[in-house]
């Protein structure tokens, strides 16, 4: 943990590299993350050969939404730092105007669209990746005996919803699990936003792709549907939820792919090991002990610990695939640091 977390970036520190260091180019840096993401759209379009499916974007939900969405809270986020940076007792819409020019130039604002853009095309082909492991066969009985095994002989789901209940509890419960589609948006867009030098930003940046990258790995390396798909009688007693909802869509979408995968709408969204929720979740705990926000590193651990039981009540995961996210991450923080600090943070 310390070998990612250290050294962290002060308030101090941040004020000196601010001042001391130009938010400027070169940006030759972005070699890196740029070669990471040309080879994973390599591996994408070898698997769209193997599988005779072109790349899609049904809808424009995946890319063309997506990046619409964090394009408008790149200037949400960068107004509101410029109004912050002034302070209360000094701000005009002059002072916060000339503070927005000061804090973005051409090259930062480029940089930072640039990396949105990569990010997304990124997720992007992780999503289509994820669809197609609907071709492959799966583990779930293997991982449901395992977490038996771990329970001596009980359902780790089912002893949750013996524990919380079964009525209120579901609503809850999703509510929490929902929360992570609003989370991750905001934090890589704060990351490039906040940071003093945009390249500090990009360590966030670069170890969210390699999550996606990790993660959809671990999906063809144990395929599995996960428990609510593979022992429905245990979320049965459950109230109904737009989770249930989901949860039915996405194997009616598998079912389509399976049997009509020329389609064009034909898109699959499920896949259990890892859980990329825990994952995601726990890199951004690392990334903000990274930046050195002790307070806010507090909160991410209640609710990572809400993430990871709300990922086996509500039937995504099996019990295995948490550490198998806090894995990935662990990984994706450390290779993120790399692709953006090849040679060290001090590195010009």
């Known amino acids: 943990m310390s070998a990612i977390t250290s050294p962290p970036l002060s308030a101090r520190d ?18 890196w993350l740029l070669a990471v993401v040309a080879v994973f759209t390599v591996v994408t379009a070898v698997r769209s050969h193997q599988v005779d499916i072109p790349f899609r974007d049904p809808g424009g939900r995946i890319f063309l939404s997506r990046i619409a969405l964090s394009l408008a809270l790149l200037i949400v986020l960068s107004l509101l730092d410029a109004a912050m940076r002034v302070g209360r007792r000094n701000w005009t819409v002059r002072n916060t105007a000339a503070m927005l020019q000061s804090r973005w130039p051409a090259d930062r604002v480029l940089v930072a669209v640039g990396g949105l853009l990569t990010y997304h095309f990124a997720y992007a082909c992780y999503r289509n990746l994820k669809s197609w492991v609907a071709f492959n066969g799966g583990h779930d009985d293997r991982l449901l005996s395992l977490d038996r095994n771990l329970f001596f002989g009980h359902s780790p789901a089912v002893l949750l919803h013996d524990l919380f209940g079964r009525q209120v509890a579901p609503h809850v419960i999703g509510v929490i ?22 390249r500090d930003g990009f360590v966030f940046l670069s170890s969210a792709i390699w ?18 798909a593979s022992a429905p009688k245990e979320f049965a007693g459950l109230d109904p939820t737009s989770i249930t909802a989901t949860q039915a869509k996405y194997m009616a979408e ?21 859980s990329l929720h825990v994952g995601f979740t726990f890199m951004i705990l690392l990334m ?13 651990y209640v609710y990572l610990l809400a993430v990871m039981v709300s990922t086996v009540y509500l039937g995504w995961h099996f019990v295995i695939d948490i550490p198998g996210g806090l894995l990935v991450a662990y990984l994706a923080v ?14 010009p």
């Open 14 to 31: 941040q004020a000196t590299a601010s001042a001391s260091t130009p938010d400027t180019g070169p940006y030759r840096w972005l070699g």
């Open 177 to 198: 699990y929902e929360s992570f589609s609003v989370i991750v948006p905001i934090s890589f867009v704060a990351a490039l936003v906040f940071a003093d030098r945009i």
């Open 211 to 228: 999550v996606w990258i990790l993660g959809v790995a671990s999906y063809y390396l144990i395929p599995t549907l996960g428990p609510f």
């Open 254 to 274: 598998r079912a389509q792919l399976l049997d009509h995968p020329a389609a064009a709408d034909s898109f699959a969204s499920i896949s259990a090991f890892v």
């Open 288 to 300: 903000l002990r990274y930046y050195g926000f002790t307070w806010a590193v507090r909160v991410m």
């Open 334 to 347: 450390r290779l993120g640091r790399l692709t953006t600090y090849p040679h060290g943070r001090g590195s």
